[in-house]
């Protein structure tokens, strides 16, 4: 009898975003093991924000003028479409979070009955998991809750939300509470886990899933394009780089704070950043104001297929996450891309990073917070007598052996055989 699991996601392609990426390995995946996946997007997806309480404002995916529509189709996966709520709820702060709820609810019920899925699987925000637990219950099929993070820790991270203040308060609870409704729990991480079963919900509970990469999809890197490196005033220096999103959480501060320090003692280094994001001008001003303005590379955001061009540029890669609870609960994607592609990194010790890394074998650990420690691993890194041949090895070897998205999906079937009360 082949598993029918009908998914709820927050957002999906062919928006582009680790969440996305993610969600479609997930799928994939599971096809591979003869399950049949239906899968339903948020009114996030069409509404220009998406990310629940963090509210992020992303481009609208590509469906013309209407982009109301009720199917859609990316990268080969069907993705049914849940239309913006209306009414006054809808454009009313906090109101519009609930008016958001009712319209998933009411979407995922029609599709349920519709499509008789013997699992609906509900992926984070929270804002997606009640509307699979009340339309669960009513339909009498079990629900998986994922939780990729918390939600609210990020909102902190933003500036949309007070730590402990009540709205955080409020979306903690809702999670608390939709954890123990649901018939399992996924979490992404040890970090995230931990947390949960500090809240009192049992072990046996919570499975996990880690993140992975699809290793077919990373080839060893080949070197710098000596025409880029040129293209970008980069010829003959040495580079630290980072590739990805510009939030105060990942630290890029830390990185321009450290490069004088650099420089001193590795004055043909470089910073290249590639992406965007909130920080940006900020990280722009700081690094005039510091008079490293020359030394440091803004790129923008690249086309997703020339990001391994500029990867191939960098000679350490550098993820400085700062000290939080978002840092020290979740693991981060970025640095598997990196050991895939067999680079050398350095990162910061919170907690999501010491799940992904191990000090001195696949990559070099620094104190979260700590300039200084930053500017002599870093320095340190960039003078292995071997270039980090042996950690570029071993990074590479651990997500081939452990990190891939075969070995990671495969812990689903425990856990909906739980959910379901049955062996898959």
């Not at 997007?41 to 109301?68: D, Y």
């Not at 402990?164 to 903690?172: A, C, I, Q, V």
């Not at 020290?328 to 999501?352: C, N, R, Y």
Request: hydrophobic letters at 40%; charged letters at 20%; one cysteine or more.
């Amino acid at each position: 009898m082949t598993l029918r699991i009908l998914h709820v996601f927050d957002h999906s392609l062919p928006l582009h975003s680790g969440y996305t990426f993610r969600s479609a390995n997930i799928l994939r995946q599971q096809r591979k093991l003869g399950w049949e996946t239906f899968h339903v997007t948020s009114p996030k997806q069409v509404s220009g924000v998406v990310g629940g309480s963090t509210a992020l404002r992303i481009r609208r995916p590509p469906c013309g003028e209407n982009c109301s529509v009720a199917e859609e189709e990316a990268d080969g996966l069907r993705f049914f479409r849940t239309p913006q709520p209306t009414g006054l709820a809808s454009r009313l702060p906090v109101l519009n979070q609930w008016a958001f709820m009712r319209a998933t609810e009411q979407r995922l019920l029609g599709l349920a009955r519709e499509l008789k899925p013997d699992l609906l699987h509900a992926h984070s925000p929270v804002l997606n998991a009640w509307p699979a637990i009340h339309v669960g219950e009513k339909l009498g099929i079990p629900v998986v809750y994922e939780i990729r993070a918390f939600w609210e820790d990020a909102a902190v991270d933003h500036g949309t939300q007070k730590e402990d203040g009540l709205r955080y308060r409020l979306t903690k609870t809702m999670e608390t509470r939709a954890v123990q409704r649901a018939s399992q729990v996924v979490t992404i991480c040890q970090g995230l886990r931990n947390d949960l079963i500090a809240r009192g919900i049992p072990g046996d509970k919570i499975g996990t899933v880690p993140n992975a990469v699809d290793i077919e999809h990373f080839s060893l890197s080949t070197g710098p394009d000596p025409e880029l490196k040129a293209g970008l005033g980069l010829a003959g220096c040495r580079i630290i780089g980072f590739l990805g999103s510009f939030y105060a959480y990942e630290g890029l501060d830390m990185l321009i704070a450290a490069l004088p320090g650099i420089l001193a003692k590795a004055p043909d280094v470089r910073l290249l950043l590639v992406g965007g994001g909130p920080q940006e001008a900020n990280l722009k001003a700081q690094a005039a104001s510091m008079g490293v303005a020359d030394k440091v590379v803004f790129v923008g955001r690249v086309p997703h297929g020339e990001v391994s061009r500029y990867y191939d540029l960098v000679d350490l890669l550098a993820y400085p996450r700062h000290p939080m609870r978002l840092t020290e609960l979740v693991t981060p994607l970025k640095p598997l891309e990196a050991m895939a592609q067999g680079h050398l990194l350095i990162a910061s010790d919170v907690g999501g990073h010491k799940e992904l890394i191990e000090d001195g074998k696949t990559g070099v650990l620094f104190r979260a917070g700590d300039v200084n420690d930053l500017v002599a691993k870093a320095v340190a890194a960039l003078s292995l007598p071997d270039e980090g041949t042996a950690m570029r090895a071993n990074g590479r070897y651990f997500v081939e052996t452990e990190r891939n998205w075969a070995r990671s999906i495969a812990n689903y079937k425990a856990i909906y055989g739980r959910a379901l009360g049955r062996s898959l």
